[in-house]
């Protein structure tokens, strides 16, 4: 099971480089890396609930 979620992690999350962190944060590349995948998943999940209310309002 594990070798399953390393997989989708390694299709869906991108590797670390340092231009996508703000300047503040280019010293910390693990806060960095984790509030980028945070900010992605929150715009996910808003995705994914418009999309679900969407066809819920027709």
Do not use: H, N
Not at 3 to 28: H, I, N, T, V
């Amino acid at each position: 099971m594990d070798s399953f979620f390393e997989q989708l992690f390694l299709a869906w999350c991108p590797g670390y480089r340092p231009d996508m962190a703000p300047d503040y944060l280019k010293d910390d590349p693990v806060q960095a890396y984790g509030m980028y995948a945070f900010r992605k998943g929150v715009q996910l999940g808003i995705s994914l609930t418009a999309g679900c209310l969407w066809d819920w309002l027709d």
